[in-house]
Each structure stands twice: as C-alpha cells, then as structure tokens.
C-alpha cells in the first residue's frame, strides 16, 4: 500500500533538503523529507492560501495539518503578535516543522503532535487555515471541516483550500451546512479557498 502524507509513522527512507520560498514579502528556509506534503517546492494550494489568508484581529491561529509548517510559520512571521499553533498527525511532519520554526525564528509558534484537533482540545481560535488531505477521502475531510467550528471564537473564520478539480465543491458545499456563512474567497492555479465564519461579523 502506498505510503501518503498523513501516514502517521513514514516508513520512507529519509532524503532531507532545503527548499527556499519567497512568500508575503519575506523569504523563508523550510526543510523537507520523503513521507511529508509537497517536499519538493511549495504546492500551489499552499501558496494561494498563504497569499490570500487575512490575518487581521487574529490573536490566536491553528495551522491544522502543517505538514513541514509553511502555512503557520508564514502567518507567525506576518503576524508576530498572534499566538499560532501548529498540528499535524504525521511524526515526521511535526519534526520538521519543529525544526523549521528555529530555523526561522518565529518564537510565536507552538507546534503539536497528534490527529485533528485531539492536541488542542479545549482551546478557541480566531483563525483556522487548513490545505486538507483530499486524498484521505470526504470521510477525513470532512468531519475536520465540521469539527472546527467547534474550535472557533464567536467570530472565528476557517480557511480551507482545495483543488478545483478534486472537491471543492462538496467541501464548500459542506461548509454551507456547518458554518454561518461559506463562501469561494479566491481562485487561481487549478486551487480554490473557501471561507466559514461562525457568524457573518467574523468576515472581513
């Protein structure tokens, strides 16, 4: 069977490298390995979510499923005031992300291992960005999208991205019967990013 990212123990030899990604007007160092999301360059998916989350009012930030931690180091850096955490199934991931915090200095980060939201229990976010693994089927993504508003403040928000061509549809659809308000918030390369706000104040 073949090994994907969300695998909690990869199995894969280890092949560590650097990759170097300009983002949001900094640049970043991230390294990755076999057995995590996307090792080569930054996924398109990614890319668009970073450039297009808003991290206005946002004190406190989940990076749900961080993989190697693009997502939740570039809002720690953008956002140096919030308070970002970091989770993500894969054993492998979670050492990465770990070491990619220190590697770029972004104290405002705490980065956790476990599955879904189990690590965070009890706690409230203003803001949840998510790149889910569509591959792991709706019977994962889903219940993630529905869990989290569980997890946000009054006004909290969730971001989600996906590929157009594999769910976006159902997963927006989904997020009209889980949140408030969902809607398609951009589109570009083959990706689009959804919005679920837990009240219509909590949109920008």
Do not use: W
């Amino acid at each position: 069977m073949a090994e994907h990212y969300f695998t909690e123990k990869p199995s894969s030899e280890r092949s560590i490298k650097e990759i170097t990604v300009n983002i949001r007007g900094f640049s970043f160092k991230f390294l990755t390995d076999r057995g995590v999301f996307s090792r080569g360059k930054l996924d398109r998916g990614t890319r668009l979510l970073i450039e297009t989350m808003n991290l206005d009012r946002a004190g406190r930030i989940l990076d749900l499923g961080c993989g190697y931690g693009p997502i939740g180091i570039v809002a720690a850096r953008i956002s140096p005031d919030s308070e970002v955490f970091m989770v993500d199934v894969n054993s492998r991931a979670h050492e990465l992300a770990r070491e990619n915090v220190r590697l770029n200095r972004v104290p405002n980060v705490k980065v956790m291992l476990g599955n879904g939201f189990e690590p965070v229990h009890g706690t409230k976010f203003d803001l949840i960005l998510c790149n889910p693994p569509i591959r792991a089927g709706k019977s994962v993504v889903f219940p993630l999208i529905t869990e989290a508003r569980e997890f946000l403040s009054p006004d909290g928000r969730l971001l989600v991205v996906a590929r157009t061509k594999q769910g976006s549809k159902s997963i927006l659809k989904h997020m009209s019967e889980v949140f408030d308000l969902a809607r398609e918030i951009e589109k570009g390369g083959g990706y689009r990013v959804m919005e679920g706000a837990v009240s219509i104040n909590g949109l920008r």
